[in-house]
C-alpha cells in the first residue's frame, strides 16, 4: 500500500504509521518540522517500512502548501492508495474558555484547515481514480459534552464533512474514513486524569488500520465507544445538563 | 501544548519508598529536558535512583522519545532515542538477526536506562556491562547545552554516564553495535546443584566452556541445603541446531490484576515456592532449546509481579563480592543473611567478569547475588547495615540500580571511585540541577 500521512512523528499517528511500516507499506510522511519527520522516516525504515521513506515539509496551517505537499508525495509514491490525517491541536475546556487567541487557533486548525487540506486529498485521490482518506475526528464531535464543548464543535464539524464526502464520493471511488477515538493518553494529554476508557496510542492505531483496511465509514476506537456515545446521543437534554461528562 | 502537570506518586519497581513528584512525557526530549532535574526510563530500578528529589523537582520520562534513528545492517551500529525499549528494539531487529550485546534480565527498560544502570546480564563474564558496546551517547547537560560524547570523545562525562544513575546529564540518543545471531534460540543447559560450593564451582567451571551463565539458589531451605539451586548455562543457537526460519510463537504476558495483601507472601509459602522449583527438576542435567524470551526475560511473563509483594513493596539487595583466596566470601555472606532473619523469595547468583570502565558501574570480578525481600519497617534498614559491613569487610560493592536503604558512609566505603565520578559531576553540573532521592541520600546532594 502507498500511504502518506500528515502527523506521523508522534502519538496515535507514530503508532498508527508503524503499523503500517511493520507490514512493509511505501509511506511519505507529511510535516512542520524537517529534521523530525526524518527522524520518523528513519524510525518507520527500522520498523520494517519499504526503504526509503518519503519526507514533504508541510504545515497544516499554511493552506497553500497543501496541494503541492500531496503532489510531491504523489511523485514520490507514483499513485497513492490511503491519505491519513492524525494531525490536530488539543486543548481542554478551561484553557481555550480562558485564551481565545488558543481557541481561534484550534478552530482554525482543527476545523477550517483540515477541511481544506481533506479537499486537496480528496481530488487528488478522484483524479486518480479513488483510495481512501482516513480522518482523525474524535467521540467528542458526537454530541455537545460539558468537558469538550469548543474542542468538540470543530471535531463536529469535521464529522459531518468526512460523513458528507462518503455520500457524494464513494460511488467515485473515494473511500471516506472518520476515526473517531476516545481520550489517549500521549504527550498531548499527560498530566490529565485519564477518563474512563482511555486507550493507549497503539490500540486506537490498531482499531483505525482495521477500518482503513475495511473501508469502513466511522470508527470508534477502542470499539467500546461506539455504545457508550450510544448512550450519550440518546441521552435526554435534562441529564446532559445534569452529568459531568 | 502545555502541559498540567499534576503532583503524583512515584514509585521505583519495588514500590518503596512513594515520593510526591511531578513527572514529564514528551516525545521532544530536547524540549522536555530543559527544565526536568532527571530523567527516567521504565521505572525498573528497584528502589530511588529515578524518583525525584523534591515534589517541586520533575523528572522527565522519556519513554514516548522512543524512534529509531539509524541501523546499519553492515555493521549493526544502531542509534535511538533514549526512551526505546529493549522489548521494542528486540520486536523489530531480532527478525533481522540481531541482538542487544548485553541484555538485563527484563526487556521492560529504556536504552537510556541500560546505560544509566550500565546493566549486565548472564553474559558479563565474557561481554562485560551495557557501556562497553555503547559507542555514542548524545546529551544535555545540566546547563542544557547538547553534546556527544563517547569513548572517544569527552570519555571522562562518557564514563560518568555509563552507570552514572542519569546524574551526569541527560541521555537523548544511544548509540550501540548490536550482535549478530543466527537463530532466536538458546541452547540450554541446566543442572540441579545441591549446595552453595557446588554452585560456585559449577558457575566458575561454566565460564569458560558458555557464554551466558546464571543461576537461581534457595536462600529458604534449611542448614546444609541452603544454597542449593540450579545452574543454567546458554549459548546462541546455531544454524545447525535450530532451523532459523521458525520463530518462536509470541507471548503474551499474563498480568497481575491487582495489588495483593501484604500477607500474600508469606515466609512458608515463598519457602514452598523455592523447594518445588528446585525438586521439580530432575537430578540430571536437561538440555535442548529454548525460545530467547523464556532464557532471556523468564519473569516477564508475569507483567507487574511487583504487585505479589502488597503494597508494603519490597527491594532488591544486590551486592557482588571478590574472589579471594581464602574460598569465595558468598557462603558468610548468605549466612549472615539467614542468620539476621533475612528471607528472599527469588535469589540470583552469577559469577562477573572484569570491572567496567564506567566510573560507577556495578560489576567487579567476583561473584554477585540478588535477594527479593518484602519491606518490613525499620528491620529491613538494620538487615542492609549488616549486609553492607559484611560487604565492605570483604571488598564487594552493590548495585545502586536495585538499592533504596544503603548509607552515604557505606557506600563511600565500597567503591573507590567516588571522587572520581562526583568531580566528573561539579564539572558538568556545578549548579546541582540534577539529583535524585538516591543522589541526595547517598551522595548528599541538597534536597
Known sequence: MNVVILGATSGTGRALARLLAARGDRIVLLGRNADELRRSASDLEGHGAAAPVGVVPCNLNDRAAHGPAIAAAADVLGSIDVVIVTAALFAVQDDLERDPALLARLLETDFVDTILFCEAARKRLLIQGGGTLCVFSSVAGDRGRKPVILYGAAKAGLSYYLEGLDHKFRRQGLTVVCIKPGFIRTSATAGLKPPPFAADPADVARAALRGIDRGTPVVYAPPIWRWVMLVIRSLPRFAMRRIGF | ?447
Open chain 2, 1 to 447: 501544548m502545555s502541559h498540567v502537570e499534576v503532583l503524583e506518586q512515584l514509585a521505583g519497581w519495588g514500590c518503596f519508598p512513594v515520593v510526591s513528584g511531578r513527572e514529564l512525557q514528551s516525545e521532544d526530549l530536547r524540549k522536555a529536558c530543559s527544565r526536568v532535574n532527571l530523567c527516567c526510563g521504565l521505572r525498573r530500578s528497584y528502589g530511588d535512583a529515578a524518583l525525584p528529589a523534591s515534589p517541586t523537582d520533575i523528572v522527565s520520562n522519556t519513554v514516548r522519545a522512543d524512534r529509531v534513528l539509524r541501523f546499519d545492517p553492515a555493521t549493526g551500529v544502531l542509534r535511538a532515542e533514549a526512551g526505546l525499549s529493549l522489548r521494542r528494539l528486540n520486536a523489530i531487529l531480532l527478525k533481522q538477526g540481531w541482538f542487544v550485546p548485553v541484555t538485563p534480565g527484563t526487556q521492560n527498560v529504556t536504552l537510556g536506562g541500560m546505560v544509566a544502570a550500565d546493566v549486565h546480564g548472564k553474559n558479563h563474564h565474557v561481554a562485560g556491562c551495557f557501556g562497553e558496546h555503547v559507542r555514542r551517547l548524545v546529551m544535555m547537560t545540566a546547563e542544557g547545552a547538547i553534546l556527544e560524547c563517547g569513548p572517544d570523545l569527552e570519555p571522562q562525562l562518557f564514563w560518568a554516564t555509563v552507570g552514572g544513575m542519569g546524574l551526569t546529564g541527560h541521555i537523548l540518543e544511544v548509540e550501540v553495535t548490536l550482535e549478530r545471531v543466527e537463530a532466536p534460540w538458546i541452547y540450554q543447559e541446566t543442572e540441579r546443584v545441591e549446595s552453595l560450593e557446588a554452585m560456585l564451582a559449577g558457575l566458575q567451571a561454566a565460564a569458560a566452556e558458555w557464554p551466558m551463565t546464571v543461576g537461581w539458589i534457595d536462600c529458604l531451605a534449611g542448614a546444609e541445603s541452603l544454597g542449593r539451586g540450579i545452574l543454567m548455562k546458554g549459548r546462541w543457537a546455531t544454524g545447525a541446531d535450530a532451523p532459523p526460519a521458525i520463530a518462536p510463537l509470541p507471548t503474551r504476558p499474563t498480568r497481575v490484576p491487582f495489588v495483593f495483601p501484604n500477607f500474600a507472601l508469606a515466609t512458608w509459602n515463598m519457602r514452598l515456592f523455592n523447594s518445588a522449583y528446585y525438586l521439580r527438576h530432575p537430578e540430571a542435567s536437561r538440555r535442548g532449546l529454548v525460545a530467547w524470551e523464556k532464557f532471556f526475560y523468564p519473569l516477564d511473563g508475569l507483567d507487574l509481579w511487583n504487585r505479589v509483594y502488597g503494597r508494603r513493596g519490597f527491594t532488591q539487595y544486590q551486592c557482588v563480592l571478590p574472589h579471594s583466596p581464602a574460598g569465595s566470601p558468598m557462603r558468610g555472606f548468605v549466612d549472615l543473611f539467614v542468620r539476621e532473619g533475612g528471607t528472599s523469595f527469588l535469589s540470583v547468583i552469577k559469577d562477573c567478569g572484569p570491572e567496567g570502565h564506567g566510573l560507577l558501574s556495578f560489576p567487579l570480578p567476583g561473584v554477585s547475588l540478588a535477594l527479593d525481600f518484602p519491606i518490613d519497617g525499620d528491620r529491613t534498614r538494620r538487615l542492609v547495615d549488616r549486609l553492607n559491613e559484611y560487604v565492605i569487610a570483604h571488598g564487594g560493592r552493590i548495585y545502586l540500580a536495585k538499592d533504596a536503604f544503603t548509607r552515604a558512609e557505606h557506600f563511600r566505603a565500597m567503591d573507590r571511585r567516588v571522587e572520581a565520578f562526583l568531580d566528573v559531576r561539579r564539572k558538568w553540573d556545578p549548579d546541582g540541577r540534577i539529583r535524585s532521592v538516591q543522589s541526595v541520600r547517598i551522595f548528599g546532594d541538597s534536597a
